[in-house]
C-alpha cells in the first residue's frame, strides 16, 4: 500500500521486440560460451603432451579480446546493422580462434577438432544468414581437412570411416541451418508483408497505396507482383483500380468469359473461396481480356472476401510459368483478406467523409465544423492556447438568387467555398453552417490574427463574388476571452456577426467592441 491508502501497482518496462533484440541474445548467450571455451582450451592444453602453447595463447587472447569488446560495446538499445557488424566481427574471431584451437591440437592422438565446428555454421548462420552459414560449413570442411593432413605427419591414425563421419558432422550441421534459415526467412518475409499490410490499414491508406506496398512485399516474399486489384460491382462486372496510375478501367464481361469461361461457373469458384492460376503466353487471349503486362507468364486469381461475401479478386501475376504451392497460397490468401480489410477501410472512410461534408460547396457541414470547433477549443484548453472563429454571413446573395436563381446561386455558393478555403492557414478549417454562413475555426490565434485572417477571407469573397454584388460579414470570437466552450464561442461570433452587419455589409466585428474594424480600406 502506498502513503496515500492506494494500491502500488506493479511498474512493467516496455519489453525489447525485434530482429535487434533477438541477435543480441543470441550473443549474450555466446558470450558466456566465450568464457567456457576460454576455460576448456586451457584445460585441454594444461593437460595435452603434444599441444602447439604459441597457438593456444594466440586462441585464447583472441576469445578474450572479443568477450572483452563484446562486453564493452554490445548494449542494449543499439539498432539492427550496428549489432550485425559487430557480431559480424566477433563471429571472424570466433572462427580464427577455433581453428587455431585445431591446429594447436593436431598432433594430439586424440584429436577431434571438427566437434567444434558446427558451433560455427549455427553462429554464421543465425549472424548472417544461409550465405554465411555455407560458406563457414564449406571453410570448416576445408580447414579439418588440413589440419586431418597434419594430424596424420605427426603418425597419428585415423580410421577412413572416422574422416568421412567428421566430414559428415560437419556438412549436415551447416546443411540443416542453412535450410532453418531459409524457412525463417520465408517466415519472416510473410509475416512482414502481412504486418506491412496491417500498418497500412491502421494509416488508413488509400488503395493505390495499399497495393503499391502490397505489390513490393509480394515480389520480396514469393516473386509474384500485384498491378491492380479487381472489385466486383452488384451487376457482376469488375473493376480494375490500379496502383501505378489513376486509371480505373471496367473489364469487359464478354472478353472475360469467352477466355476463362462462364460467370456462373467464376462465381461459383470464388464464392466458395477456390483461386484460379492460368498459363499466360505472349498474346494470350487471357491477357488481352485482362489487360496484363508483355512480361506475364502466369496469373493466379485469388478471391477477396468482406465481412463473409465476395467482393473481388486479387490478380497475382507470375514472370515465370508457376503454380503456387500450399505455402505460397497461404500466404495470398493471406494478403487478399488483408485486402478485404483495406477496402472495408476505404469505404468507412468515404462514409465518413461523406457524412461530415456538404454536398454542394465540399466544405465541413455543420455538424462536422461544430465538432472541429470543440475539438480545437479542448486542444487549447489543454495547452493553454488560444483559438478563434469567425462567423461570416454574405452580403447580398439573396438578390443573386431572387434576381438570376437558385442555381446562379449555388454556383456563387461554391466559388466562394472554394476561395475561403484557399485564403485560410494551414491547420485551419472552414464549413459551411448553414444556407449563406461559412464558419471558420484557427488554432492558435488571437483577436488581431483573427481580423488578419478575416481580412483575407473577405477579399477571397469579393475577388470570386464582388461582380454579383456579393461580400461578407465576419464576427470574430476568441478563447478564451469571449467563451469557455464551443458553443459560447459560436454565440459570441454570431452576436459580433450581426452588430456588423447593422453599421452595413463587408464589415469586421470582435466580440466585445464596438466599433468594426476598417476592412474595406485594406481590401
Not at 216 to 222: G, K, N, S
Request: charged fraction near 20%.
Amino acid at each position: 500500500m502506498s502513503q496515500g491508502g492506494g494500491v502500488m501497482p506493479v511498474i512493467h518496462e516496455r519489453p525489447a521486440i525485434g530482429e535487434a533484440h533477438e541477435l543480441l541474445g543470441f550473443e549474450r548467450a555466446l558470450f558466456w560460451l566465450r568464457l567456457l571455451a576460454i576455460g576448456t582450451i586451457g584445460l585441454l592444453a594444461f593437460s595435452g603432451r603434444t599441444v602447439s602453447l604459441p597457438l593456444v595463447a594466440a586462441a585464447v587472447v583472441i576469445v578474450t579480446g572479443t568477450v572483452i569488446v563484446q562486453r564493452m560495446t554490445l548494449l542494449d538499445g543499439l539498432p539492427l546493422e550496428r549489432i550485425r557488424r559487430q557480431a559480424t566481427l566477433f563471429l571472424v574471431a570466433d572462427v580464427v580462434a577455433v581453428y587455431l584451437t585445431g591446429t594447436a591440437f593436431a598432433a594430439e592422438p586424440e584429436w577431434m577438432a571438427f566437434y567444434f565446428y558446427p558451433l560455427l555454421s549455427l553462429e554464421a548462420t543465425v549472424v548472417g544468414g544461409m550465405g554465411a552459414g555455407v560458406a563457414v560449413t564449406v571453410a570448416s570442411i576445408v580447414v579439418y581437412g588440413m589440419q586431418l593432413v597434419l594430424h596424420l605427419s605427426y603418425g597419428n591414425t585415423t580410421p577412413p570411416r572416422s574422416i568421412a563421419g567428421g566430414v559428415g558432422i560437419i556438412a549436415l550441421t551447416g546443411g540443416l541451418m542453412a535450410g532453418s534459415a531459409v524457412i525463417a526467412e520465408r517466415g519472416r518475409r510473410d509475416l512482414r508483408a502481412l504486418l506491412d499490410l496491417t500498418a497500412a490499414l491502421a494509416q488508413q491508406q488509400q488503395e493505390e497505396e495499399t497495393l503499391e506496398l502490397l505489390d513490393r512485399r509480394l515480389h520480396e516474399a514469393v516473386g509474384g507482383r500485384v498491378r491492380s486489384v479487381a472489385l466486383r460491382d452488384p451487376d457482376g462486372n469488375f473493376m480494375l483500380v490500379r496502383w501505378h496510375s489513376p486509371e480505373r478501367r471496367r473489364l469487359d464481361r464478354d472478353r472475360v468469359e469467352a477466355t476463362m469461361g462462364s460467370s456462373d461457373e467464376l462465381t461459383r469458384r470464388f464464392t466458395a473461396g477456390e483461386s484460379l492460376t492460368y498459363p499466360v503466353d505472349a498474346g494470350s487471349p487471357i491477357a488481352a481480356a485482362l489487360g496484363v503486362p508483355d512480361w506475364v507468364r502466369g496469373i493466379t486469381l485469388v478471391p477477396i472476401f468482406l465481412e463473409g461475401r465476395w467482393v473481388g479478386i486479387l490478380p497475382v501475376l507470375w514472370p515465370a510459368p508457376t503454380v503456387p504451392n500450399d505455402g505460397q497460397l497461404r500466404l495470398l490468401y493471406g494478403l487478399a483478406s488483408q485486402m478485404g480489410l483495406s477496402l472495408a477501410q476505404g469505404q468507412l472512410q468515404r462514409i465518413r467523409a461523406e457524412a461530415a461534408t456538404d454536398s454542394l460547396t465540399q466544405l465541413l457541414n455543420r455538424r462536422a465544423i461544430s465538432d472541429e470547433l470543440a475539438a480545437y477549443v479542448a486542444r487549447a484548453r489543454r495547452s493553454g492556447a488560444s483559438a478563434a472563429v469567425l462567423f461570416c454571413d454574405l452580403d447580398g446573395f439573396k438578390s443573386v438568387n431572387d434576381l438570376r436563381g437558385h442555381e446562379a446561386g449555388d454556383d456563387v455558393l461554391r466559388a466562394v467555398g472554394t476561395a475561403v478555403r484557399g485564403a485560410i492557414r494551414q491547420g485551419d478549417v472552414v464549413g459551411r453552417y448553414g444556407g449563406d454562413e461559412l464558419l471558420v475555426v484557427a488554432a492558435d490565434a488571437d483577436a488581431e490574427d483573427a481580423v488578419l485572417l478575416a481580412q483575407r477571407v473577405r477579399r477571397a469573397v469579393v475577388d470570386v463574388a464582388g461582380k454579383q454584388g456579393v461580400d461578407v460579414t465576419v464576427g470574430v470570437a476568441v478563447y478564451p476571452i469571449d467563451g469557455d466552450t464551443g458553443a459560447d464561442l459560436m454565440v459570441a461570433a454570431d452576436q459580433a456577426m450581426y452588430r456588423g452587419k447593422l453599421r452595413g455589409p463587408g464589415n469586421v466585428m470582435v466580440a466585445g467592441e464596438t466599433q468594426p474594424r476598417a476592412v474595406a480600406a485594406s481590401a
